[in-house]
C-alpha cells in the first residue's frame, strides 16, 4: 500500500514553469492505493471514489479521463527504457477534486512512487516527480510545472519546501507559526476556463521570453529577465503579454522577500506579500475570478495577517495566514457573506503539512 499527498502553496503561482521559485508543502491529505502484480500483460485499476474499473493497455491512450493518468505514469516509465509489469490495483482518497490542493499529481505521484518500489525500478525522487509532470503534459493536456509532484514527491512533515524550478534545488523550511494557523477557503466554483487559460497563460510567458532573447540570447526562461530588461520592450509586446510577464518577474522577488520575513518569523511581513501576490494574481496575470476576489477581500477587512488564491486559479481555494485570535470571527464572516453573495458556503479546510510520496506497511 502507497500514499501520496496533495499540496499547498505559501507563495510563489504560476512561477514554476517559468523556472523560478515556489514555497509549496505536503498535506495531511492524500491518494492511497493498493497494488500487486498480476502476471499478466495489462493494468486493471479500480477508482474506489468513483466505483469505476478500468482495464488499461498501455499502447492506447485511455478514452476517460481518470485511467489516463495511470496510463501516463506508466508510459513515461517506459520511456526510461524500464519495463512495468502488470498490475491490479485499488485506490481513493481525501484530496478534495478541483479544490486545487492537487488530487491529480497525487495521484501521479502514488502511482510512480509505488511501481518504482514494487517493480524496483531504480528511479530517484527526481525522476518520480518529472515522470508524474511529463503524465500531466503528455497524456491528460496540462502544460504544468513541477511543483505540484515535486512537493507531493518530497514533502517533509512540518517543512515548507523553497524550490527553485530551474536547478531543482531546494531548502526545507521548518514551519510551526505559533499564534497563527494556515486555513483554506473553497469557494467551491471551478470554472471551465481553468485548463484553457493555464496553457495559454504559459504560452503568453513563452512569447515574452522570446521576444527578449531576440536581444538578450542568453535568457532561456522568464526567471533569467529581469524589470528592467522587461520594461525595454514594453512598447513592442502585446500588452497582456507585458503585464503576465511583470507578474511573474515580480512574483520571483515577492517569494524570496517573503522568505527572508519567514525565517525572521515576521509573518506581518510574510502576509502583506501573500496579499500582493493575490493582487498580482488577479490584475496583472488575469487568473482569478469573482469568488476568489471576494474571499480575499473578505480575509483582509477581517484583519487576517495574508490570504491569497491557490494553485492555477479560476476557482478552487484561498489560502488565509491567521492568527488564532481572529479565527473563528473570521470564519464567521466569510461563512455568512459569502453565503449571501454566491448561495453556498465556502467548504473550510484545516490541513496541516504531512509527509510526501511513502510505502505504508500494513
Ligand atoms: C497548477 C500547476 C502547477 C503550478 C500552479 C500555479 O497547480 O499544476 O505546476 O503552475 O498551477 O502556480
Known amino acids: ?41 495489462n493494468i486493471r485499476a479500480f477508482a474506489i471514489d468513483l466505483n469505476d474499473l478500468a482495464e488499461i493497455d498501455v ?44 488530487s491529480s499529481a497525487a495521484l501521479e505521484s502514488a502511482f510512480a512512487f509505488a511501481l518504482n518500489d514494487l517493480f524496483k525500478l531504480g528511479l530517484t525522487k527526481y525522476d518520480l516527480a518529472k515522470i508524474g509532470q511529463a503524465a500531466e503534459h503528455n497524456a491528460v493536456g496540462v502544460r504544468c510545472g513541477i ?73 532561456e526562461l522568464l526567471r533569467d529577465v529581469t524589470m528592467d530588461m522587461l520594461s525595454e520592450f514594453k512598447h513592442t509586446l502585446p500588452e497582456s503579454t507585458y503585464r503576465r510577464c511583470s507578474y511573474v518577474i515580480e512574483e520571483n522577488q515577492r517569494l ?19 496579499y500582493g501576490s493575490h493582487e498580482g494574481l488577479s490584475f496583472k496575470y488575469n487568473v482569478s475570478c469573482e469568488e ?33 485570535d481572529r479565527y473563528e470571527v473570521f470564519l464567521a464572516h466569510a461563512r455568512e457573506s459569502y453565503k449571501s453573495e454566491f448561495g453556498k458556503e465556502p467548504t473550510v479546510y484545516e490541513v496541516a503539512i504531512g509527509q510526501g510520496a511513502r510505502r505504508i506497511d500494513v
Not at 147 to 176: T, V, W
Not at 295 to 322: D, E, P, W
Open 256 to 274: 524570496l522577500n517573503a522568505c527572508d520575513a519567514l525565517k525572521r518569523s515576521d509573518y506581518e511581513t510574510f502576509g502583506a506579500m501573500m
Open 147 to 219: 511543483m505540484d509532484q515535486f512537493a507531493s514527491i518530497f514533502g517533509q512533515k512540518g517543512h515548507l519546501i523553497q524550490l527553485d524550478c530551474r536547478s531543482l534545488d531546494y531548502e526545507l523550511i521548518p514551519f510551526n507559526p505559533e499564534g497563527f494557523r494556515v486555513v483554506l477557503l473553497d469557494t467551491r466554483v471551478k470554472h471551465s476556463l481553468a485548463l484553457s487559460e493555464y496553457n495559454v497563460r504559459r504560452a503568453e510567458c513563452e512569447a515574452g521570453v522570446a521576444t527578449v532573447k531576440r536581444q538578450y540570447p542568453t535568457i
Open 292 to 324: 476568489l476576489d471576494y474571499l480575499v477581500a473578505a480575509a483582509q477587512s477581517s484583519g487576517v495577517l495574508g490570504a491569497r488564491m491557490m494553485g492555477g486559479g479560476f476557482g478552487g481555494c484561498t489560502i488565509n495566514l491567521i492568527s488564532n
Open 1 to 41: 500500500m502507497y500514499a501520496s499527498p496533495g499540496r499547498i502553496n505559501l507563495i510563489g503561482e504560476h512561477t514554476d514553469y517559468n523556472g523560478g521559485y515556489v514555497l509549496p508543502a505536503a498535506i495531511d491529505k492524500v491518494t492511497a492505493l493498493v497494488i500487486k502484480p498480476n502476471g499478466l500483460n
Open 59 to 102: 499502447a492506447v491512450k485511455p478514452s476517460k479521463q481518470w485511467p489516463r493518468y495511470i496510463y501516463g505514469v506508466v508510459t513515461e516509465i517506459l520511456k526510461f527504457g524500464l519495463s512495468v509489469e502488470g498490475f491490479d490495483c485499488v485506490f481513493g482518497g481525501n484530496v478534495p477534486l478541483g479544490a486545487g490542493l492537487s
